[in-house]
């Protein structure tokens, strides 16, 4: 990948991607999108349906409940960047449905260049991982989600800090309103947690620390 390619050039080579299997079964390549560079950025696990057919991230149910928490801490979506560990839907036929099917370790790997030119170009203070996927993707190893929620950390990839929460779609699995609840407000926490954290730092003159192998 060019070093000087732009931001929207590399979302360009990454819509020709066919590193991994997934460019078969994805209707396009979902880049991520948002403010650049930005303090914060938000990566998820991958696009689902609604993503994949309109090719922008977290348009879906899950991103109006990630709008919901952003509001929450006092954010809009054009404040951040936001994308994902992987860029094309991961599915499976369920009858007229497309059920999503969570990427491997072979596909989040294939698509982690992708991720280190967005971190690159945007060049973030901190990294939000939503779920465990894209924890795996930033930190350099699985995280437990709910014992590491809320902390800071440092990843083995970038030089960003790390914030692993909830994936929104976890939010709109939860078994009651009341778990709800509890979960987006804790989403909203901790997205608030790492904006006040984000702002004591400094933007890192080499975002990126090591490579995958
Ligand atoms: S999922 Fe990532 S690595 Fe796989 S084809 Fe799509 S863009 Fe390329």
Same mark, same amino acid.
């Given at each position: 990948?060019?070093? #000087?390619?732009?931001?929207?050039?590399? @979302?360009?080579? %990454?819509?020709?991607?066919?590193?991994?299997?997934?460019?078969?079964?994805?209707?396009?390549?979902?880049?991520?999108?948002?403010?650049?560079?930005?303090?914060?950025?938000?990566?998820?696990? #991958?696009?689902?349906?609604?993503?994949?057919? =309109? @090719?922008?991230?977290?348009?879906?149910? %899950?991103? =109006?409940?990630?709008?919901?928490? &952003?509001?929450?801490?006092?954010?809009?979506?054009?404040?951040?960047?936001?994308?994902?560990?992987? =860029?094309?839907?991961?599915?499976?036929?369920?009858?007229?449905?497309? *059920?999503?099917?969570?990427?491997?370790?072979?596909?989040?790997?294939?698509?982690?260049?992708?991720?280190? %030119?967005?971190?690159?170009?945007?060049?973030?203070?901190?990294?939000?991982?939503?779920?465990?996927? %894209? @924890?795996?993707?930033?930190?350099?190893?699985?995280?437990?989600?709910?014992?590491?929620?809320?902390? /800071?950390?440092? @990843?083995?990839?970038?030089?960003?800090?790390?914030?692993?929460?909830?994936?929104?779609?976890? /939010? *709109?699995?939860?078994?009651?309103?009341?778990?709800?609840? #509890?979960?987006? =407000?804790?989403?909203?926490?901790? /997205? #608030? *947690?790492?904006?006040?954290?984000?702002?004591? &730092?400094?933007?890192?003159?080499?975002?990126?620390?090591?490579?995958?192998?």
């Amino acid at each position: 990948m060019p070093p #000087q390619a732009s931001l929207s050039q590399v @979302g360009k080579m %990454a819509c020709r991607c066919t590193a991994c299997h997934l460019y078969k079964r994805g209707t396009q390549t979902v880049f991520g999108e948002g403010a650049a560079p930005a303090p914060l950025m938000l990566v998820g696990e #991958q696009p689902g349906n609604e993503e994949d057919l =309109k @090719g922008h991230p977290f348009v879906g149910p %899950a991103g =109006k409940v990630l709008d919901k928490a &952003l509001a929450m801490a006092g954010l809009q979506r054009s404040d951040v960047f936001m994308t994902n560990a992987v =860029k094309h839907f991961k599915w499976e036929p369920r009858g007229k449905t497309r *059920l999503h099917k969570k990427p491997n370790s072979k596909e989040v790997q294939a698509c982690h260049p992708w991720l280190e %030119a967005e971190v690159e170009r945007v060049n973030p203070r901190l990294i939000i991982a939503l779920g465990a996927t %894209a @924890g795996t993707a930033v930190l350099g190893r699985v995280p437990r989600i709910g014992a590491e929620r809320g902390k /800071i950390q440092k @990843g083995k990839w970038f030089e960003a800090a790390v914030l692993v929460t909830w994936h929104p779609s976890v /939010i *709109l699995r939860s078994r009651t309103h009341e778990e709800r609840e #509890q979960r987006l =407000k804790e989403l909203s926490v901790d /997205i #608030q *947690l790492a904006l006040r954290h984000s702002r004591k &730092l400094k933007p890192s003159s080499s975002p990126k620390r090591e490579t995958p192998r």
